[in-house]
Every structure is written in structure tokens, then in C-alpha cells.
């Protein structure tokens, strides 16, 4: 006989608890009865309390409870031979020890959630070899390469921050340590899963991968924590902090992890929760990138489990225990809530079956009843399959592409790859990817050439993708004639504005005309002044040599007007003057009608005084 979970055993030391409780009770019972009357009166008064009756239920009480702790232990005997063949590569965990791998922005904390990802991977790991080297300011192999996951699960267990005396994280260390681990006499391809928070102290890690790359050993790295940072618990129960007192956030460095993976022709995944995210590591990442080679081969046993004996010998030791000092009705009625129980017992099992889930149409209990089913059987291709399928009516249908991509990639048989890859279609079409659901319909064709179904939906396929091209360039045509039109809107626009400039010039030219002219017109308003000017002065002259030759004739005369003539020449101008006065009014031909007007004015107003 073997048993599954060895540490279930533990509980064991809870049975001498449970015959120390009977016993207590017992006796209290008894204390409290001579309290209650004379000892002599207690047969008349109450049932007698029977010893053996009281020793009895405690053993059947006993008896249940250790068939319970041992169907928990997983007890499993009887086996039957499995030829297998160990087809593989050789895999080492490199898993980062340091003290930010404290830090809770990931649950329970990065180290914890970094053990149960390497846990989750022996699950799914297939005739690989694996090893286990544990780095934090140093490094040491934890476990060599084995098949033996059992025993890498065992070290694992042991793992803890305190493991590796030196602080500090020296990933070059760590990756120089991993690579010693293998045996590179043997041509089997190599492969280094580092698990980390990615901080590096010594910042070696980058150094390291050129020695990977000249031994051909390619680095997947999980990343483990948030971008966002975490503060590091301490020994006090707070957080550590740096010198001046503010808290030391660590921070998931997925910048340099990136470059590991890159250069070693690796693959860097950031750890969620789930499973699928080492599915994606191991069957899209290792698988592809390396090539398994024969390890070895035989026959395997694979014993039977039987834990669901005890569990019935459990449950019948209790109804006994139930049974045993009750009245005839009461046993009776016990009896039959044992059988109620047992019905409903059934109806919950039934009801918590993912196959009976899924045909009652509860799909959302179904996707997650398969996906604990295939948590627990990860080899078994068709748990990842059905899972899928109840992810899809759920209308998880990313959850659903995620599941049918995994098995169409990890089973070669012929009807699951079909109906995985039909199905893989169908989620992504209904995520909108419709390049990929055609590709997805065309493998399903190239497998079942006569499928009717496949070849439908991957003309619908092609049709949606056709549509959408078109649809495409008709709004990349609108938007190409919306942009002409605003540009044409544009340059009216700059036109628009350009027109005043040019109208402002066109009035300037004018206005330059307008002056030539008046200065041209106020060229000629001077030589016509002249002239008059001197026709004036002749006139005069002529006036003056008449009225003195008047003036020596009738000089003697009273009553003459004499004051006419001198007062029109005090108000007249000479050549000079009349010449210089046009130099200062310069551009201004009104000034000379002025003079003309004054000088009349001036005329009628002497005469009209005289």
C-alpha cells in the first residue's frame, strides 16, 4: 500500500484527544447526576447511564474518524504495467531565494506563488528531466537532474528565503550555477527556467546569457511580482526601509528579463493566475524551441486508488456510533436520515460532476468543475478539451481559444486535434478574430476533408474578412476626400486672408497716383500763379504810370477815391512773395483759392469803408 499525501498522517494525534474527551464527558455526566439526587433514587429518576454503552460509541466514534484521516492520505494499492517511452529534454528550475522574493503584491508572496508554479509544471512536464538550483547573493543545486518528480517536489517543499545564508540577488551567479548542473557530454537540448522578481544586485545577469548561448542552453523566465512594486517585509514584522527612512519597493524588472529570454532564443512570461500561462511556457515555448530526445524507456506501474473505501467505512462507523443506545423509534428514524443522506450524498456528487454539470446546461459550475479536473489530470488531454468547451458556452471565449490552442498542440489524435481546432475557430470568430478563426477552419479541413461544418464557417470566415477589407477602404476613401476637402477649405480660406494684403497694396498704389497727380496738378496751379502773377504786376505797372500821370493832371482835386488803390496793394503779393508762399503750402491748392477770396474780401471791404 501506498499513500499519495504522507503529511495527512499528522493529524493522527488527534484520536488520543478523542478518547480523552469521552472520558471527560463521562465522568462529568456522572458528577452531575449525584448533584442532582440521592444515588439511590437515580435508577427511578433518569436511564441509567450504561459504561459500556458510553465505551462503545466512543470506539465506533474513534474507528470513523482514522478511516477518514486515512482515505485523506490517499491510500492507493494494486497496479497495473504502462509501457512508456522517456522522450524529453533536460529542464533546471532556477528559482531567485532573495528577500524581495517576500513581497505579497502576489498571493500568498512571490516566493510561495514561484513553488506552486514549479509544482503546477511537474504536473504537465512529460518524460522531461528536471533539476532544481536555488540563487540569491549565491547559488547552489538544490536537486540534479532526475525523473523523479517526487523528489524535486520533496526539495521544493524545504524552499524558504532563509535557505541561502548570503543576501542580496546575483542572477549571473545564479545562471553560472544552472548552466554547471548539466551534463554536457549528452546531446540532449538544455533549457534553464529561471522563476524571479528579476532584481539583480550585481547586475551579472545580462553577462551570463553570452556563456547560455555558446553551450546552446536557451533561458525561459517566469516573471513573478507587479511593475508596480511591493514593499519587503522584515524580520520586526514591518517593511524594510533604505537610510533615510522611506520604504524599499521591489519592483518586478521585466525590462532586463525580456533581454535574457531574447538573447538565449528563450520566451519570458509574466506568471497569473491559473495554469495556462505554464501551458503556454511549456507546450508553445519548450516544445517548439527544443527537440525531445529518447531518455529512456520501460514499464511503469500505476497503482490503483482506493481512497473511497475508507471513506465508506467512515461514513458506516458513524451511523453504528448514531445507532447504538437509542430507542427503538428513534433508531428508526436515525436509520432512515443515514439512508437521506447517503441519497443526497449522491445527488451532490452528481451535481458536482462536470460531465452531469455540462448536460444540465450549468455551464459556468462546469467550466470551473473541469478546470479543477484538469488542474488535477493535466496529462489527459480531453480534460483540457471538455474544459474548453464549457469556457465556450460560458462565453469565455478567451478562456476557450486558450484551452482548444493547448490541445490541439499536446495530443496527436485524430478526432480531438479536429474538433479543437473546428472549435478554435468558432472562439475566435466570435472574439472577432477572423484571420485566425480561417486559419483555425483550415486546419480543421485539412484534417476532416469532409467535414460540411468546416468548410462553411471558413468561407463565412473569409467572407467576414473580404467585408471588412472593404468596409476598410470605403472609409479610408471618405477619409482621404474629407481631408481634400478641408485642405480645399484651407486654401479659400489663406486666399480669403491673402486678398486684403493685396487690396491694401492696390489702395496704396492709388493713393501714390492720387499724390503724383495733385503734386503734378499743384506743378501747374504754380506756373498758371505765376502768370497771373505777372500779368498782374504788368497790369499794375500800366495802373500805376496811369493814375500818376491821372494824379499830375488832377492833383488838386477834393472828393477823388485815392484810398482805393493803395489799400489793394497793401493786400496784393508780389512775384517773390506769391512764389514763396506756394513753396510753404506745398501740395495744398485750396491755400491759393484762399488768398483769391481774402484778396476780394479785402478789395470790397476797403472800398466799401472809403
Not at 114 to 133: H, M, N, P, S
Not at 357 to 364: F, R, S
Request: glycine letters at 8%; hydrophobic letters at 35%; one cysteine or more.
Amino acid at each position: 500500500m501506498k499513500f499519495e499525501s504522507n503529511w495527512v498522517f499528522y493529524f493522527l494525534f488527534i484520536l488520543p484527544a478523542i478518547i480523552f474527551l469521552i472520558l471527560f464527558e463521562y465522568r462529568k455526566k456522572r458528577a452531575g447526576l449525584r448533584l442532582f439526587a440521592d444515588p439511590d433514587l437515580l435508577p427511578a429518576l433518569t436511564r441509567p447511564i450504561k459504561k459500556g454503552i458510553i465505551f462503545l460509541k466512543g470506539f465506533f466514534l474513534v474507528i470513523a474518524v482514522f478511516f477518514i484521516i486515512l482515505a485523506c492520505a490517499g491510500p492507493r494499492w494494486g497496479f497495473h504495467l504502462q509501457e512508456v517511452q522517456r522522450r524529453g529534454v533536460d529542464i533546471v528550475f532556477l528559482l531567485d531565494v532573495s528577500a524581495s522574493m517576500q513581497a505579497e503584491d502576489v498571493k500568498p508572496d512571490r516566493l510561495e506563488r514561484a513553488k506552486r508554479e514549479i509544482t503546477d509544471f511537474l504536473k504537465i512536464a512529460a518524460g522531461d528531466r528536471v533539476g532544481l538550483v536555488l540563487f540569491a547573493g549565491d547559488a547552489f543545486v538544490q536537486c540534479p537532474l532526475t525523473l523523479d518528480y517526487d523528489a524535486i517536489a520533496m526539495f521544493l517543499g524545504s524552499v524558504s528565503v532563509d535557505t541561502l545564508p548570503v543576501p542580496g540577488t546575483d542572477m549571473g551567479i545564479g545562471i553560472k550555477t544552472a548552466l554547471n548542473a548539466f551534463d554536457f557530454k549528452s546531446a540532449i537540448d538544455k533549457v534553464i527556467v529561471m522563476i524571479t522578481d528579476g532584481e539583480d544586485n550585481e547586475g551579472r545577469g545580462l553577462q551570463q546569457t553570452d556563456n547560455a548561448i555558446d553551450k546552446s542552453v536557451k533561458i525561459f523566465v517566469y516573471g513573478i511580482g507587479e511593475p508596480s512594486g511591493a514593499p519587503i517585509p522584515d524580520e520586526t514584522g514591518g517593511f524594510k526601509k533604505d537610510k533615510k527612512g522611506n520604504l524599499i519597493l521591489s519592483k518586478l524588472n521585466e525590462k532586463d528579463l525580456r533581454e535574457i529570454a531574447k538573447a538565449t532564443d528563450g520566451r519570458y512570461v509574466r506568471s497569473v493566475t491559473g495554469d495556462l500561462d505554464l501551458d503556454r511556457l511549456y507546450f508553445e515555448g519548450i516544445k517548439i524551441k527544443t527537440e525531445a530526445k529518447e531518455l529512456e524507456s520501460g514499464k511503469i506501474k500505476i497503482f490503483e486508488e482506493r481512497f473511497y473505501i475508507f471513506t465508506w467505512l467512515a461514513f458506516v462507523f458513524l451511523v453504528i456510533e448514531g445507532l447504538i443506545g437509542l430507542k427503538p423509534g428513534r433508531a428508526k428514524l436515525f436509520s432512515i436520515m443515514a439512508v437521506l443522506i447517503i441519497c443526497c450524498g449522491n445527488s451532490v456528487w452528481a451535481n458536482e460532476n462536470p460531465e452531469e454539470l455540462y448536460n444540465q446546461e450549468h455551464y459556468q459550475k462546469a467550466e470551473q468543475a473541469f478546470i479543477k479536473k484538469d488542474m488535477d489530470h493535466p496529462k489527459d488531454v480531453r480534460n483540457r478539451y471538455n474544459r474548453g468547451c464549457a469556457s465556450f458556452q460560458n462565453a469565455n471565449y478567451e478562456g476557450a481559444s486558450a484551452a482548444f490552442r493547448s490541445a490541439l498542440k499536446r495530443t496527436d489524435d485524430k478526432q480531438i486535434t479536429f474538433r479543437s481546432a473546428y472549435n478554435l475557430g468558432n472562439s475566435l470568430f466570435k472574439q472577432g478574430d477572423f484571420q485566425g478563426a480561417a486559419q483555425a477552419f483550415k486546419q480543421a479541413i485539412k484534417i476532416n476533408p469532409g467535414d460540411e461544418d468546416s468548410r462553411y464557417n471558413y468561407g463565412l470566415a473569409l467572407k467576414t474578412i473580404e467585408e471588412n477589407r472593404k468596409q476598410k477602404e470605403e472609409k479610408q476613401q471618405e477619409n482621404q476626400e474629407q481631408n481634400q476637402d478641408q485642405d480645399q477649405d484651407k486654401a479659400r480660406n489663406k486666399k480669403n486672408k491673402d486678398d486684403p494684403n493685396k487690396k491694401y497694396d492696390q489702395n496704396q498704389a492709388d493713393q501714390n497716383q492720387d499724390k503724383e497727380d495733385q503734386s503734378g496738378r499743384s506743378n501747374e496751379r504754380k506756373e498758371q500763379a505765376n502768370q497771373d502773377s505777372g500779368q498782374d504786376d504788368q497790369a499794375q505797372n500800366k495802373q500805376e504810370q496811369g493814375e500818376s500821370a491821372e494824379q499830375t493832371e488832377k492833383s488838386g482835386q477834393p472828393g477823388q477815391d485815392a484810398g482805393t488803390s493803395e489799400e489793394y496793394q497793401t493786400g496784393a503779393m508780389s512775384k517773390n512773395e506769391a512764389e514763396a508762399f506756394l513753396d510753404n503750402i506745398g501740395e495744398d491748392p485750396a491755400a491759393i483759392n484762399r488768398l483769391r477770396f481774402r484778396g476780394k474780401e479785402q478789395r470790397a471791404a476797403s472800398g466799401k469803408d472809403w
